[in-house]
């Protein structure tokens, strides 16, 4: 075997070795992005209308919300697709900042308080 036949035999190889590492990282960020935790949904109530993401008004029927939402007492429990709700102390650490409006005309959201977690389905 010359040394020009090695050559080119342990650039393809480096080369296949290579290509598989990416092959490799590409499946990896699939996976991990496909297998990340629901994301919590995080509260924080403001005191003023403009530093708001979102207006809501509580209602006093549940039939008139568009939102159900129940608090949880933990953030590992709260679940953006099931409106399962934590307040934080700081608005940094919140994925949505909210004001309560006076009346309903006003809010983005109806908003409704249920009892128990199963009752935002």
């Known amino acids: 075997m010359t040394n020009t036949d090695r050559q080119y035999k342990?650039?393809?190889?480096?080369t296949s070795i290579g290509w598989?590492?990416?092959i490799v990282s590409v499946?990896?960020?699939?996976?991990?992005?496909?297998?990340q935790p629901a994301t919590a949904?995080?509260?924080y109530e403001v005191k003023y209308k403009n530093q708001a993401d979102?207006?809501?008004?509580?209602?006093?029927?549940?039939?008139?919300?568009?939102?159900?939402?129940?608090?949880v007492q933990y953030k590992s429990q709260a679940?953006?697709?099931?409106?399962?709700?934590?307040y934080v102390q700081y608005p940094s650490q919140a994925q949505y900042t909210i004001y309560w409006v006076d009346y309903p005309s006003q809010a983005d959201s109806l908003v409704y308080q249920v009892k128990y977690p199963s009752q935002t389905l």
């Open 20 to 22: 598989m590492g990416i």
């Open 54 to 71: 979102l207006l809501v008004y509580k209602v006093d029927y549940p039939a008139q919300a568009n939102i159900k939402y129940y608090v």
């Open 41 to 43: 949904q995080t509260v």
């Open 79 to 86: 679940n953006e697709s099931k409106h399962h709700w934590y």
């Open 27 to 35: 499946i990896m960020m699939i996976l991990l992005a496909h297998c």
């Open 10 to 14: 342990d650039s393809m190889r480096n």
